[in-house]
């Protein structure tokens, strides 16, 4: 930690010495490993260590920004240059500010001191271990394009003029396993995967179940007549259409006019089902740290409570624009960028009832396991045309697989008819959702 | 700043517990990039890579560690880690590192650092200015720009010492017009292996008018029909149907996995007669060109599938041992914190016979695909989907009204097999496309072509 801050706070000073009116230095440490399994060999073991530092400038009410991720003085001290002659080319804009430090920070137990007692030589027999278990769950499963156990440990440490200087240390691990269904040469893949905080909370047995599953679920699936039908999203695939969702809720598209939430707030934007909220300090949540990627405290924020759409998401600028404090939602890509408002640990709430009772008045319905095209889904608009494979469901039960079929159609219609809402929330990373049912939707298929 | 007698120590001591082959890979990497928003500049980021990866590959493992602490003390470090992942016999290497040319040069007329980062900026914002200023509609523009000069050194325990420097500047125009409640985006780009003659090759202006073109004619676009129809794709479109439809299933790793549709069809037709495809890493001013790839195998033209027969993969240098044939100079990687896999360049259909404007007059109902956005494809069974930034419904041989809101979904082999008509003309896009969590400058291309039948998922009610 002293390094690091050491860093960071003789940046600071540079900066002042060669005349910025603030300087902050954000420095992501890190040291990462990941273990390849592949028919009972290692296939890849990757270590890596990494320190870079992005160093964002004021003079004169203009921002500037430059990273290096060659640490050595002259370097740093360039890099500093650098980050002031960019703030020269740039236009003024009286919002930008730096945070002040905060009277307090949650408190949190990132780190957890086993995942880096564990012998290299225990972490591949774990990887070989997630590959086995995935391999006797099915006897359609004959191999795996891949078993991974991973992890990481880092720290974030963070300076500005302003006397801010704070750091945490966390780790995080992970397994994942990629199955191979094969039916008389038909194949299908599947994933399963876990991350945690802390070792013993990783479970690889749900981890080969899963893969096991989602790997054979569409084996032998056929294409469906274009029909009107219930639609039910497995908890990955609405997580998915989270990432359509989420964008609009940041207060700099709101600011920007590229939200489809703009100007709505306390209104009715989903189903009374529905509610939605960011927990940038959830307890055990893959993403969760006591301060954001500007220092600011991370909160609890709910964005929509039973459909009403209750508050945006902020950093410190959009906060100061808006006459309101930061959320705590100052997020970086890296340390290669300047923070801009992102999630933290981003959940829909999850229901009382069961996925059984979810599905078992269902006469007709899809349920969908795989969505293709997500990314070309337009968060500005909200439309949306999705390659889809999964499952029909037929009298509340699932039955045969379908796929190369399409669904379309625009997420604000889709929030208002969400009727059904599962009690069994899953994190995928840093965001979660239960399984959830929509009222019904139009499939095109042949 | 690094020594061939250095180099060849480090290489030693990866290899020191055995293994068949390893390579440093160090990477000096300076970026900048602006971007414009709301009619100011949002960002203007410089910025500095550099660090080194190490690798060893012993029977089908690869250890792999990166760091960017580049002292000599720690790169032997690593090299140590390693070298620990591999246990088989314990030998001394004795290299004389030999530095390889490359057989071909791919011209930048002017080093992104010879233009300053002023002129870039007022570049911006004329792109901005002029986008605005096409009609009163549009409300949002988004501009980008970003300049990369990548230098890499490559040295492996096979005597090579490699040098390539890699110069890629990209421009991007991105557009919302609305009008009432309806709001639509356009989109264009244009980029390659180049440096700051990227303004005088194509005008920020010009891109950006296209890119306000393409969202107002999309707000006055019909929603797309649905269900399938004969599809005709414009040379102009791009070239994602083909590096989905068939580039991803061909690199080497997915074929050995048996993860991909193409696997063990060698020899076979796997597409119409019409259909020659061609992976080229070699062409100049091209976004996804090189002098070597990230393993020091300088680059190529391959073909990969010819009249319709599928003649080979992608192979990077691991894929290549395990078949034995030689590696086709498609080993990349994002940077050195990641290991070298199989990966397209400029993948291309090679343009056929017909006169583009016959294969239209000769439809009498179908989809008209002018410009192509994203797309994804399932490897394994090749299901792929792609979207349609701007299209045409084609009724009795003639262009009618614009749609929007189409995807069109299929299946690689499939639509392969259904391509009856090529033109002879030829256009391309530029991209990033992104494979195991890396993502790599690329190009496609393709000439006019007309698909029998593809499945349209429009959002006609």
């Known amino acids: 930690m002293g390094k690091d801050m050491t860093y960071a706070e003789r940046i600071v000073e540079i900066g002042k010495e060669i005349g910025a009116d603030n300087t902050e230095a954000y420095i992501y440490w890190h040291k990462d490993l990941s273990i390849q399994i592949r028919s009972k060999e290692v296939e890849s073991l990757k270590s890596a260590e990494q320190r870079g530092v992005g160093i964002r400038i004021l003079k004169d009410g203009k921002r500037g920004f430059a990273y290096t991720s060659d640490m050595r003085e002259d370097s740093i001290k360039k890099t500093v240059q650098k980050s002031l002659d960019n703030s020269r080319e740039n236009e003024p804009d009286e919002v930008l500010s730096f945070p002040l430090p905060a009277a307090e920070y949650p408190q949190l137990d990132l780190y957890d001191p086993e995942i880096a007692q564990i012998p290299v030589d225990r972490k591949i027999e774990i990887a070989k271990e997630i590959e086995a278990r995935t391999l006797q769950q099915d006897k359609r499963i004959k191999q795996l394009e891949r078993a991974v156990f991973e992890d990481r440990e880092y720290r974030i440490t963070i300076a500005n003029g302003h006397g801010l200087a704070k750091s945490y240390h966390g780790s995080s691990c992970g397994a994942f396993a990629y199955a191979i269904g094969d039916l008389n040469g038909e194949q299908q893949t599947g994933f399963g995967m876990d991350y945690a905080k802390r070792f013993r909370d990783l479970n690889i047995d749900e981890v080969a179940k899963e893969a096991a599953w989602r790997a054979t679920q569409l084996l032998g699936a056929k294409s469906q007549k274009t029909q009107k039908a219930v639609i039910v999203f497995d908890p990955y695939i609405a997580t998915n259409f989270l990432g359509l969702v989420s964008p609009g809720l940041s207060a700099d598209a709101v600011q920007k006019g590229r939200s489809l939430f703009a100007g709505k707030l306390n209104q009715q934007v989903a189903s009374l089902e529905f509610s939605l909220v960011d927990d940038g300090r959830l307890p055990q949540g893959i993403v969760s740290a006591p301060f954001d990627d500007e220092g600011v405290p991370t909160s609890e924020t709910i964005l929509i409570d039973s459909g009403k759409l209750n508050s945006y998401l902020y950093d410190t600028y959009t906060a100061k624009k808006d006459g309101t404090v930061s959320t705590g939602n100052g997020i970086r890509g890296s340390f290669k960028g300047g923070p801009h408002v992102g999630t933290t640990n981003l959940f829909i709430k999850p229901g009382k009832i069961s996925r059984t009772e979810l599905l078992q008045d269902i006469k007709n319905g899809f349920y969908v396991l795989e969505v293709m095209g997500m990314h070309t889904a337009n968060p500005i608009s909200g439309d949306f045309s999705l390659g889809a494979a999964g499952l029909w469901i037929e009298n509340g039960q699932l039955t045969y697989g379908v796929r190369e079929v399409a669904i379309a159609g625009n997420i604000l219609d889709l929030l208002q008819h969400i009727d059904g809402v599962a009690d069994d929330l899953r994190f995928f990373g840093g965001t979660g959702s239960p399984t959830l049912r929509i009222a019904q939707m139009m499939v095109s298929g042949s | ?461």
């Open chain 2, 1 to 461: 700043m690094f020594d061939k007698k250095e180099v060849a120590d480090i290489l030693g001591i990866a290899l020191q517990n055995g293994g068949e082959f390893a390579d440093v890979f160090i990477e000096h990497k300076a970026t900048n990039s602006i971007t414009c928003e709301e009619n100011k500049i949002e960002d203007i980021n410089s910025g500095i890579d550099f660090g080194a990866g190490i690798r060893v590959i012993s029977g089908m493992t690869t250890a792999y560690a990166y760091t960017n602490d580049l002292s000599l003390g720690n790169l032997k470090q690593v090299a140590l880690t390693v070298s620990k992942a591999v246990q088989s016999q314990k030998h001394t290497l004795q290299l004389d590192l030999r530095h390889l040319k490359p057989g071909y040069h791919l011209p930048v007329e002017m080093m992104p650092e010879q233009v300053k980062i002023r002129e870039k900026v007022e570049q911006v914002k004329l792109a901005n200015e002029v986008a605005r200023a096409v009609d009163g509609r549009i409300h949002q523009v988004m501009v980008g720009f970003g300049d990369v000069v990548q230098n890499i050194l490559i040295a492996n325990s096979e005597g090579h010492w490699v040098e390539d420097e890699r110069v890629r500047s990209r421009f991007t125009v991105q557009t919302i017009a609305s009008q009432g409640n309806k709001m639509q985006t356009g989109y264009e780009s244009y980029g390659g292996f180049m440096g700051s003659e990227l303004f005088k090759q194509r005008s920020p202006e010009d891109i950006a008018r296209e890119a306000s073109r393409r969202a107002l004619l999309m707000l006055d676009a019909k929603p797309a029909p649905v269900g399938k129809m004969m599809v005709v794709m414009d040379s102009v479109a791009g070239g994602t149907m083909v590096h989905e439809a068939c580039g991803h299933g061909l690199e080497a790793d997915l074929v050995q996995k048996g993860v991909s549709i193409y696997a063990g069809k060698k020899g076979q037709k796997v597409a119409s007669s019409l259909v020659t495809v061609v992976d080229d890493g070699t062409i100049p001013q091209r976004y996804g060109s090189y002098h070597f790839d990230d393993e020091g195998i300088m680059g190529q033209k391959n073909i990969l599938i010819r009249n319709g027969i599928l003649e080979g993969y992608m192979y990077d240098r691991m894929t290549a041992r395990q078949d034995n044939v030689r590696p086709t100079g498609n080993g990349r990687r994002q940077s050195f914190q990641y290991r070298p896999i199989p990966r397209m360049t400029n993948t291309s259909i090679a343009p056929g016979e017909m006169d583009p404007k016959e294969i239209v007059k000769a439809t009498s109902k179908g989809i008209l695909v002018k410009k192509m956005g994203g797309g994804q494809v399932n490897t394994v069974n090749g299901d792929f989907v792609f979207e349609v930034s701007e299209g045409y419904l084609i009724e009795n041989g003639e262009i009618t009204v614009p749609v929007r809101g189409a995807t069109l979904t299929g299946n690689g082999p499939k639509v392969l097999q259904k391509i009856d008509m090529v033109g002879n003309d030829s256009g391309f896009f530029i991209g990033t496309c992104g494979k195991d969590g890396q993502g790599v400058p690329v190009s496609a291309s393709q000439p006019t072509m007309r698909i029998t039948e593809m499945l349209v998922g429009g959002t006609e009610q």
